[in-house]
Every structure is written in C-alpha cells, then in structure tokens.
C-alpha cells in the first residue's frame, strides 16, 4: 500500500505555508499526486440591530471576500509546491468538512492543521475523521516537516485500531522505530496475545515492531506523555471506540488527541 493521492486542506483564517510545506513534502516522499484545497462559507445569517436576518447584499460582500482569500491560497499553494511534485487546485464555496469529505473519495490522504470552532470556516476534525472513510494526518502546531521516524501506534483490539493500522503503513514501512502501545490496567495474557499478532501483522509488512503495555486505564493525556518519551513525531490512533457523544461528554482518547497540537496524528475511523 501507498498513498498515491494526498489532498491538503488550506484553512483560510491561517497561515498555510507550514501545512503546505509538509504535504508537499509528503508527495515527494510517497511519490503521490498532491492536491491543494480550500473551502468557506458565508453563514446563512446575518446579525442586525433587529436580530438575525437575511441579507442578500451583505452575503454578497461575504462571499466576494472568500473567493478573494481562496484566490490568494491558490497562489501560495502553487508558489509553494516544487515543479517536481504532481499536484493540483480545487476550491468550494461550503464549509471545509464538508469539502474535505467531497474531496475524499479520490484520496488517499487527507492533511490538515488543527480545525476551529467556525464551521464555516475551519474543519471539525472530529466530524472529518467519521465521515472521510479516509485517514488524516493532523499535523501539530505549525509544523513543516514530518520525518516519521519514530512511530507511536496506539492499539486495542478495536474495528477502529486495525484501520489506523493498515492505513499507517507507508509510513511505517519508512519509520526507522515503531512501538507498538496498549494501555491497559492489567498486562494479561490476552493484551500480551493481541499486540503479538500485531507485531507479527506488521512484520510481514516488513516492519519490525517493539511492544508496550502503558499501565492504566486508556487516557490520552498518558499516551501523548508517553510519545514524547520516546521521542516519537507521529501518533497513530483509530477514533471514537466509543460514540462521539460519549467522547465529548466524558473526555476520551480521541478527543484528547484531537486537542493535542504539539504532535502530529494519523486518525482512522
């Protein structure tokens, strides 16, 4: 498996350069087709004296706005992108999870910085990563490079772990170090069990995997602690095992790791 296709999503409230630098980055490495994206909305309604109304007129501006500030990402992006590298525009008038989600199905990655609160403006990374059908890369806080070589799999035998796994793998088949960690407040012999199939997974891949038992109940605050230890630039980690309604009202790993902007994350659901 490879990534042929990577599309980079361009948030327009941001500075893009660091994003774009490193997807750029990335289609060189995987020798993968790159396509640059942007996308904003103008909310449906407009705040008056009198309250929340319609305005055509006022809409109208808004948009002009967008297709200028879309414009101008075009120009970074294609500025920014080697002649060396194969790669693309689109744009859309919508809220970028949504595009993003359009944009997906002829990807194989998707890369972006943080999301925001505006969905009208920014990704909900939370909703890109359910709904996509496609990892994400979400790369840590103004971050240019990615080296990857040191991965952190986070596991536990879960429908959403495995496809972290298998959607990693050109990166881990590139990573000089990849641990694989569970966490889990008793090392039993089925955890034992579990991360030695995928130890052996990963080796016929042609990845040779250490294995760790991170004492504990699942925590992403611990996980991150414990990427750091190692030195690791890359967390993989399937999202939500538990509903998304769940994650947000009672904390999980996801949500941590979605909040965690100091590491870069491959996300799979």
Request: proline share 3%; hydrophobic share 45%.
């Amino acid at each position: 498996m490879s990534y042929k296709t990577i599309i980079v999503n361009l948030a327009v409230d941001t500075d893009p350069a660091p994003v774009v630098k490193l997807a750029a980055e990335l289609a060189q490495r995987f020798d993968a087709h790159l396509v640059g994206l942007a996308a904003a909305d103008v909310p449906p309604l407009v705040s008056t004296g009198e309250g929340l109304v319609y305005e055509g007129e006022v809409m109208q501006i808004q948009r002009t706005e967008i297709e200028k500030r879309l414009a101008g990402l075009r120009d970074i992006f294609e500025k920014l992108v080697p002649g060396s590298v194969s790669s693309e525009w689109t744009q859309y008038i919508c809220g970028p999870t949504r595009a993003l989600g359009l944009a997906a199905r002829s990807a194989d990655l998707i890369v972006t910085s943080d999301g925001g609160e505006d969905v009208f403006r920014a990704v909900d990374v939370g909703s890109l990563v359910l709904g996509a059908g496609r990892p994400v890369l979400v790369t840590a806080g103004n971050a240019e490079h990615l080296l990857g070589k040191t991965v952190l799999v986070a596991w536990k035998d879960s429908r959403e772990a495995r496809r972290a796994l298998s959607d990693s793998l050109p990166f881990l088949t590139k990573a000089n170090e990849v641990v694989v960690a569970t966490m889990e407040t008793e090392s039993g012999e089925d955890v034992r069990n579990s991360l030695a199939d995928v130890a052996v997974f990963l080796e016929q891949h042609g990845v040779m995997a250490r294995t760790e038992v991170i004492a504990g109940d699942a925590d992403g605050g611990r996980l991150a602690a414990f990427a750091r230890s190692i030195h690791a630039d890359l967390i993989v980690s399937g999202a939500y095992g538990h509903s998304r309604l769940r994650e947000w009202a009672f904390g999980g790993v996801t949500r941590t790791l979605i909040g965690e902007s100091n590491i870069n994350r491959l996300l799979s659901n």
